[in-house]
């Protein structure tokens, strides 16, 4: 089956810094990603729709110049998360759509996730 | 995209039938609807998508009413592995869009 792949699986950062979550389709191609964030308790969140080779579209809300995203390949997609504060502290999940089969498989697969904890 | 309502709990025990029902009474007719589920600190995983017919795939059933305006996910014996909240969408079968998540329903299983 398709399997996304995400690194780190957790991070620890201090106030301030930036962080890059990378988000891989192992074993397909995927000209679109979406990021995701979830808040404990809560439901996932959709951040933003990641396009290889163009720019990303962010949901209301999200800040694009706080969280950067680079679809630079066909298999990978990265999410920076800039001068990063407490309230930044999340889940972070992605997910990939296979480009290249069969209509009928045109799911979305979604990665393992990402916590993220900012000190 | 329709919105869909859930209940936000639910219990069963082990070995028997879990029923999550949900309901999608402004569903368009072009809209199929997923089931999605996420074990705790892990990404969704797919489990099962629907038109109006119902439909049965290893690991759950889907049932869509005859008017589609609710549905009800199956899992027809369920384990302990199976705790974890299930989200019910609809959206446009094959548009390559984003996924809207409700609330969900968090299933506990109990021994």
């Known amino acids: 089956g398709a399997v996304v792949s995400q690194h780190p699986s957790r991070v620890i950062c201090k106030s301030g810094t930036s962080v890059k979550i990378e988000c891989r389709s192992l074993d397909f191609q995927a000209t679109t990603m979406f990021w995701y964030r979830q808040f404990p308790k809560q439901s996932l969140m959709l951040m933003a729709t990641s396009n290889e080779g163009s720019k990303a579209t962010y949901e209301q809300g999200v800040e694009k110049d706080k969280f950067l995203i680079n679809h630079a390949s066909l298999t990978l997609s990265t999410l920076t998360v800039t001068s990063a504060h407490p309230e930044d502290s999340s889940f972070y999940i992605c997910?990939?759509?296979?480009?290249?089969?069969?209509?009928?498989?045109?799911?979305?697969?979604f990665g393992p996730g990402t916590r993220l904890t900012v000190l | 995209d329709a919105k869909t309502t859930q209940p936000p709990s639910m219990d069963c025990a082990e070995g028997r039938a879990a029923n999550l029902p949900c309901n999608h009474s402004t569903i368009s007719g072009n809209e199929y609807v997923y089931w999605y589920r996420q074990i705790h600190s892990q990404g969704p995983q797919y489990i099962i998508h629907g038109l109006k017919n119902n439909e049965t795939n290893e690991m759950a059933s889907l049932i869509i009413t005859e008017d589609r305006k609710s549905s009800t996910l199956i899992l027809p014996h369920a384990t302990l592995r199976d705790t974890a909240v299930y989200y019910c969408?609809?959206?446009?079968?094959?548009?390559?869009?984003?996924?809207?998540f409700g609330q969900g329903t968090e299933l506990s299983v109990k021994p």
């Open positions: 969408i609809v959206r446009v079968f094959n548009q390559g869009g984003k996924l809207i």
């Open positions: 997910s990939a759509i296979n480009s290249g089969g069969p209509s009928s498989y045109n799911e979305q697969f």
